[in-house]
């Protein structure tokens, strides 16, 4: 299984980006994909994740209503849409799956596949 993030950049704050997670050697439409960041000098944690088989997604409350998470499983490809970016967002995004896990676990422990992150900055 391999992952690729692509998409970071800097922008100024209230801007949108699109990340895109390229995958291979894993089926989309089971278990489970999701997004995480970690900033500098913090824990990694869970942004958004969908489990296309149970039909679910989760979203930490930091990005509720602001990300969107969505997948294409004939292309296999994982999206996170990011709109109204906030200097708050700025961290490196990782992509991540779990063939394990069906439900979209924000526990990183929970995914046996990560791709490299790649870098978002928010800043004015």
């Known amino acids: 299984v391999q992952l690729q993030a692509s998409g970071g950049g800097l922008v100024q704050p209230g801007d949108s980006l699109r990340l895109s997670c390229t995958t291979s050697g894993f089926t989309l439409d089971r278990g489970a994909t999701g997004w995480f960041r970690q900033a500098p000098g913090k824990e990694r944690e869970a942004v958004s994740c969908?489990?296309?088989?149970?039909?679910?997604?989760y979203y930490a409350d930091s990005v509720k209503g602001r990300f969107t998470i969505s997948s294409d499983s004939t292309k296999n490809m994982l999206y996170l849409q990011m709109n109204s970016l906030k200097p708050e967002d700025t961290a490196v995004y990782y992509c991540?799956?779990?063939?394990?896990?069906?439900?979209?676990?924000?526990?990183?422990?929970?995914?046996?596949?990560w791709g490299r992150g790649t870098l978002v900055t928010v800043s004015s």
């Open positions: 991540a799956i779990t063939d394990w896990v069906t439900i979209p676990s924000p526990n990183p422990y929970d995914y046996d596949y």
């Open positions: 969908i489990s296309t088989s149970a039909g679910s997604t």
